[in-house]
């Protein structure tokens, strides 16, 4: 199995693939179309954003299994050409997620504390202490349009500040407990931040024009780290100027190529950007928001693993029944309704000591194989919808050994499953209904999110 790397990418995602067993050839240099004379001989290429893998190219690839992108989005790719010929595409937003949404509230706290103009006064002896107060996270509502992977890790980033998080997206019930589902509308009329994270399609396209801004009821901080453009720039900067948008962070502009490696396709600065740069509450950054150190490691080691996956290499387990192999292994937490959720976890901390934070209180354990675990208890509000669709008060988290396995078992069995899985970094969700109705949670630790 031959693979063909396009970009550079961290060592281990080579290393791994060779001791897997592939063959591992790098082309880092070399044109679009001397790649194209050599590509029927490989079954897979890893790519980051260097060139277009467009029909032509697709036609040359004769023998192409797969095209793992190492990032989040597939627009550099001709999806629809390529799923027509059988061609497995591999994506890893599960690898810089985590990294785009500390860029991103990076960038939105500094805009709320004019730290970029604050700073220039300073190193040029202006001591202006009235004219750069801020305002505050707190009491603010932040609205998240695109809520996958990207939304959901900024989302969560959110949850130390006593803010409203809202979320929209084309997709139903993506919502979790960091998050409230609404309407595009709602968001529009209760936002004071809005913080883009999806991918560029036809329909987002220069959705955020003059009309679309136009359409929020209050002025509002703006933060794009994912696709430049999905912004009309131009029609941003009237909108900057008006007041309607107060500040933006913007990691992304429509002006980049699409390798994403260079800025400009003209030697004169585009006018919206020459007064973009010029604005002490706009900041700008390169397109680096996932660009980590870390991340650069997790893209890698993401693109590795489905790789594997997609050929059958991980490890079989041994063959155990289901409650053995990947069924639930521990309580993971208890979480129930009551109409005072601060006074209850007031009055347990006052009583019976139990230490509690914003979230209710987390017991930490070990298991019999020493393992750290914890189990949450957890107070909600009466009109919670995260218990929907069960009408019971409460609601039980079970601890499993594999989410994914035990789902497709209880599928099999019959079991309603509601959702999605999805993924944090503090591990896997799942749910499903008993035969009650009863809604429960289903949770596979990460065991690298545990305290030591």
Not at 217 to 232: E, H, L
Not at 382 to 391: G, H, I, L
Request: one cysteine or more; charged letters at 25%.
């Amino acid at each position: 199995m031959k693979i063909l790397h396009l970009d550079k990418n961290h060592p281990l995602l080579i290393k791994q693939l060779a001791e897997a067993g592939f063959s591992n050839t790098e082309a880092y240099s070399e044109t679009k179309e001397e790649v194209e004379k050599i590509i029927s001989e490989f079954d897979g290429i890893v790519i980051r954003s260097r060139m277009d893998i467009d029909k032509a190219f697709l036609d040359a690839a004769t023998n192409l299994k797969f095209i793992a992108r190492v990032g989040a989005g597939l627009e550099s790719i001709d999806t629809t050409y390529a799923e027509k010929k059988n061609i497995h595409l591999i994506a890893a937003p599960e690898g810089n997620s985590n990294a785009v949404s500390e860029h991103a509230l990076g960038m939105l706290l500094s805009l709320f504390n004019k730290l970029k103009k604050a700073d220039a006064e300073v190193r040029n002896g202006l001591w202006d202490r009235e004219a750069n107060r801020g305002v505050e996270l707190d009491g603010k509502t932040v609205g998240i349009i695109g809520y996958g992977n990207m939304g959901k890790a900024f989302a969560k980033k959110l949850r130390g500040f006593d803010c409203e998080v809202l979320c929209c997206d084309i997709l139903e019930n993506v919502v979790d407990q960091n998050a409230k589902q609404v309407s595009l509308e709602e968001m529009q009329q209760k936002a004071d931040v809005l913080s883009l994270h999806i991918p560029w399609t036809p329909l987002t396209d220069k959705m955020m024009n003059k009309e679309f801004i136009e359409t929020f009821q209050k002025p509002f901080w703006f933060i794009n780290t994912a696709r430049g453009r999905s912004v009309v720039t131009a029609d941003l900067v009237e909108a900057l100027h008006s007041g309607k948008i107060l500040g933006a962070g913007l990691d992304v502009l429509e002006y980049e190529k699409l390798s994403f490696e260079s800025l400009f396709t003209e030697n004169e600065l585009p006018q919206a950007l020459q007064q973009l740069m010029c604005m002490d509450n706009v900041l700008l950054s390169p397109h680096i928001a996932g660009w980590t150190v870390e991340s650069k490691e997790k893209l890698a080691q993401v693109i590795v693993d489905k790789i594997k996956d997609f050929y059958g290499l991980k490890e079989k387990e041994k063959t155990l029944p289901p409650s053995e192999a990947y069924g639930v292994s521990g309580l993971g937490g208890f979480f129930f309704k009551t109409k005072d959720p601060d006074g209850i976890k007031t009055w347990y901390k006052k009583h019976l000591g139990m230490n509690t934070d914003q979230y209710g209180c987390k017991f930490w354990w070990k298991d019999k194989d020493g393992n750290n675990c914890s189990t949450q208890w957890s107070p909600f509000t009466e009109d919670t919808k995260y218990f929907a669709p069960s009408e019971k008060p409460f609601m039980m988290n079970l601890r499993v050994k594999d989410l994914k396995k035990l789902l497709t078992q209880l599928k099999t069995e019959g079991i309603i499953i509601i959702g999605e899985v999805e993924e944090f970094s503090y591990g896997k969700f799942g749910w499903i209904l008993d035969p009650e109705g009863n809604k429960i949670e289903l949770w596979e630790p990460i065991n690298s999110a545990f305290l030591s």
